[in-house]
């Protein structure tokens, strides 16, 4: 594939946060080739002003070389912002002084690099003063999930990423980070800010934050980075949405809505978290706020409302440390402040010894023991409002002996809880404040505020009212009508995009036959449904799932498959969400009902096959290593006569990793399958790492496991929520229907076994660590 390297010298100056301002230049060129490029080029003086034509660019490593000035920045910028598409296999480099690229859109593609947008073209040759604003990256994601990237990599100082949307990293790497290898990129002062982070979906596995400052090794190292009135919207990676690991960091004035992770300060010292919406639903337990570890850390002015989130994901999770920590472990919580903040709805909100590991001892090494309690920590001016009771407001997962409460003020509407100096009983008010979120802002105003070591520095709350005539207790001070608009999107990212899609009604395709099954499936439209008729679809090739579609009848369609052997009836791709309803899907006992592709899986798939019959397979389902689903699910299905089950076990590189955040079998019914009956692996042991999720409820598994090696009828080492009830195991001949990771979340309840052996709990299995 021929590649064009483009090479611009170019500089520009930092608008300041929120600005959206059109270019000012001395001299504006039309670029719509590489000879008027490469022109450019040689001739840009501070100033100027390059533009790219509308279009498409495929396959280009750009790199933007030069030296500008602050009142004169040389810029390079779409004709028509978001109509200058950057594809194939492309990437931005920038070095030099005061640049500035606004307008583009990359798409459909991917980097050869390690980085989409690199602050840098080589390790000596970094940016300053330079800035992309106004961008798009969608999507941009390496063929392979193990192919680890970044989308967006700071180096140099006093950057800036302001008003871009960002969203769609599927493969492993922080969509940003912040590098400080080298003296040139410490104490560097980057702006990260305005911008739109839209949904990143759940990874399966460490590696998926949306911004990491730093890393373990340079966690000693000022940073002075800035991450400030963003939105994060269902940035669900990982359990870490930003990870802080330098010091002197500030994540100010930031919405995180409908997001399964925390701000984590995982590495690194003095970060404040000031003034920040950490806004869940009230259902889901995976909507997280802060998790705190390191020295000096200052929590002040956020709102936490409606967050369930548990332990990691608790609203507030301090940890314990490890004695004498190394820079990549967890260090000991010291002098850190937890002030006037507002808790509306959430769930346990104040969790103390998070990851305590002592029962743990006699498999992990001492030197991985969380023994190590908050020192020195202050809670205090903090309000709590709860409509429903919760009788554990402050969980103690260790002693929090080394922290002080004052000064706060619960409503629990009446429930009892147990009792803590500091914190007391008050009724209270909700005040619809906009943006669908009430919280109380009065009837504490006599409550004597706490002053704490320079507590006079928190001059302002989480609207920017001045607390010096009025202070008091809570993130909101009680100025009179408030109209928040935190969730209108037009306020954050690029102002000519938005990822505000229509619902639209899905359209029911009738198919009569095989051909039209074919024909039809690739006509339809993502979102639409496929009826079959009644009778027998005779089929020889693969039907191909690439984008949301849902097959169904009404219960007396056949779908018999006589391909070759290990290929899928349905074969997912990227994009390919499936839905089977009411189908008998039937092989003959040498191919796979549905399979991931072997490689190449750039994107999500997703499964859930109902009131379904699947039947003579060598496997019901094969998900290939590096193919993942956030979901799969069987329920009211009947798994028969097949070689192997569901595997979802290549993940083997022992990295945390696992094929899909949520296996549910619910209802079915599992008979004569040989081998691999339920296959769900996720190796590598990391703390941090919580995930992987298996729900086996209301099903039964008659004459299963004959040929499993390990004796073992379901199979889930390393997964770390396990839920195994109300099951019949009848005449399986194996040693073990499970063993659970008692250490973890594993449970089982209320199910009957006869003949297949036993279920067992293992407190502590033994399990590779990952670092």
């Known amino acids: 594939m021929k590649k064009y390297l483009l090479v611009f010298a170019l500089v520009f100056s930092l608008f300041s946060c929120g600005e959206k301002t059109g270019v000012k230049s001395e001299s504006s060129q039309m670029i719509s080739n590489e000879t008027e490029l490469e022109e450019a080029i040689k001739n840009a003086q501070p100033g100027d002003d390059i533009v790219l034509k509308n279009g498409t660019y495929k396959d280009l490593e750009i790199k933007f070389v030069g030296n500008g000035t602050e009142d004169n920045p040389i810029t390079l910028r779409a004709e028509t912002p978001g109509e200058v598409f950057i594809e194939g296999v492309s990437n931005l480099e920038i070095s030099g002084d005061y640049l500035e690229v606004s307008g583009l859109y990359f798409r459909n593609g991917h980097s050869p690099t390690e980085n989409v947008i690199a602050f840098r073209t080589s390790k000596k040759d970094v940016a300053n003063y330079s800035k992309v604003t106004n961008c798009v990256i969608l999507d941009f994601n390496n063929l392979e999930r193990d192919q680890d990237n970044l989308w967006v990599q700071f180096y140099g100082k006093h950057n800036e990423l302001s008003n871009c949307y960002i969203a769609g990293k599927t493969n492993g790497g922080p969509t940003v980070r912040v590098d400080l290898k080298g003296n040139q990129s410490i104490r560097n002062y980057h702006k990260i800010i305005n911008n739109h982070f839209g949904p990143r979906p759940r990874k399966g596995g460490a590696r998926g934050e949306t911004i990491q400052l730093g890393s373990s090794f340079t966690s000693m190292s000022p940073s002075n980075t800035i991450i400030a009135n963003n939105l994060f919207e269902e940035c669900n990676g990982e359990v870490e949405i930003i990870s802080s690991k330098t010091n002197f960091n500030i994540i100010k004035n930031n919405v995180f809505y409908k997001s399964e992770g925390s701000v984590v300060t995982r590495h690194g010292n003095y970060v ?45 999770a301090v940890m314990n440390g490890i004695p004498k920590s190394p820079l990549n472990r967890y260090n000991q919580v010291t002098d850190v402040v937890v002030a006037y903040n507002t808790y509306v709805d959430s769930s346990a909100p ?28 202050e809670v205090v001016n903090n309000v709590i409002y709860n409509s429903v009771g919760d009788p554990n407001p402050i969980i103690e997962h260790d002693k929090a002996d080394g922290v002080t409460f004052a000064s706060n003020v619960i409503d629990n509407n009446g429930v009892e809880f147990t009792s803590r100096e500091g914190l007391t009983s008050k009724e209270l008010e909700l005040t619809d404040i906009g943006s669908d979120i009430s919280a109380p802002i009065s009837s504490f105003d006599d409550v004597e505020v ?13 609207l920017g009212n001045s607390r010096s005539k009025s202070n008091q207790i809570g993130a909101i001070l009680n100025s009179g009508n408030i109209n928040l608009d935190i969730l209108d999107k037009t306020k954050y990212g690029a102002d000519w995009y938005s990822n505000v899609v229509e619902a639209k009604e899905p359209k029911i ?7 039209e099954l074919v024909s039809k499936l690739q006509e339809a439209e993502s979102g639409d449904i496929l009826q079959l008729n009644d009778g027998v679809f005779q089929i020889s090739e693969s039907l191909v799932i690439n984008k949301s579609i849902t097959i169904q009848s009404n219960g007396n369609s056949e779908i018999l498959y006589n391909g070759a052997a290990e290929t899928p009836a349905l074969e997912l791709h990227p994009y390919g969400k499936l839905t089977l309803k009411n ?101 590598g042991y990391d703390e941090s790492t919580i995930g992987g999720n298996l729900l086996v409820a209301n099903s039964t598994f008659i004459n299963c496991g004959a040929k499993e090696k390990n004796k073992r009828l379901l199979n889930h080492n390393g997964i770390v929520n396990v839920n195994i009830t109300n099951n019949t195991f009848k005449n399986n001949p194996v040693q073990f229907v499970s063993i659970l990771w008692g250490a973890k979340n594993n449970v089982e309840s209320e199910n009957t076994l006869v003949n297949s052996g036993q279920i067992k709990t ?9 670092y």
């Open 762 to 770: 293992e407190e502590n299995l033994v399990m590779t660590l990952m």
């Open 272 to 316: 404040t978290i000031d003034g920040n919406y950490f806004i869940g639903d009230g259902v889901n337990e995976q909507y997280g706020g802060i998790r705190i570890i390191n020295t000096g850390h200052w929590v002040i002015n956020n709102l936490f409302y409606k967050l369930k989130g548990k332990n990691f994901r608790s609203p507030l």
């Open 509 to 515: 395709h009738t198919v009569s036959n095989a051909a």
């Open 450 to 462: 706490y002053n704490g070591f320079d507590f006079e520095s928190i001059t302002e709350d989480i």
């Open 583 to 683: 189908i008998k899907l039937k092989g003959t006992n040498s191919q796979y009902a549905f399979a991931s592709l072997k490689e190449h899986m750039s994107n999500h798939f997703g499964l859930e096959v109902l009131d379904s019959e699947i039947s003579n397979f060598n496997y019901a389902l094969k998900v290939y290593k590096q193919s993942f689903s956030e979901e799969i699910m069987f329920k009211n299905t009947s798994i028969s006569n097949c070689e192997n089950g569901i595997e979802l076990s290549e993940e083997t590189n022992d990295r945390g990793d696992y094929n899909t955040e949520y296996l549910t079998i619910d209802n079915c019914q599992f008979t004569n399958v040989q081998q691999n009956v339920i296959d769900y692996y996720r190796g």
């Open 350 to 377: 104040w969790q103390f010894g998070v990851g305590t590991n002592i029962s743990q001892s006699e498999v992990l090494p001492k030197s991985e023991i969380r023994s190590a309690r908050p020192l020195r920590t």
